[in-house]
């Protein structure tokens, strides 16, 4: 079983930034497909990025460029810096974990789910 914890969700001006921390049980972290999923208000639960072992990440379109993740295995921890940050982006955002080294970017591809950060992005 793996729990995640988020943390670092907030208010912040379009324009600004803003890191996310997701902080992972469980003693095989470094072979698991690390997530993250936003949900606004009225809308589904979509894909925002991930990363598996030894890659550099995968990404949305529509954070290409503006977001980075990455992970700090040793300390089971995965990071998304979110730069350039617009109004759309405001959402709850899940940290996601999945023992398939390289799950997908559906919510169905992910077994474990953090319980969300609040993230506003205010104009």
């Known amino acids: 079983q793996v729990q995640l914890v988020e943390s670092g969700g907030g208010v912040v001006q379009a324009g600004g930034s803003l890191r996310l921390s997701c902080g992972a049980s469980g003693r095989t972290f470094v072979r698991y497909t690390m997530g993250w999923f936003r949900q606004a208000p009225g809308k589904e639960r979509e894909f925002v990025a991930r990363?598996?072992?030894?890659?550099?990440?995968n990404y949305a379109d529509s954070v290409k460029g503006r977001f980075i993740i990455s992970r700090d295995n040793s300390n089971n921890i995965v990071f998304l810096q979110m730069n350039s940050l617009k109004s759309e982006d405001t959402a709850v955002y899940y940290c996601?974990?999945?023992?398939?080294?390289?799950?997908?970017?559906?919510?169905?591809?992910?077994?474990?789910w953090g319980q969300g950060t609040q993230i506003t992005v205010s104009s």
């Open positions: 996601v974990a999945s023992a398939r080294r390289n799950s997908g970017t559906s919510t169905d591809d992910y077994e474990y």
């Open positions: 990363i598996s072992w030894g890659t550099s990440g």
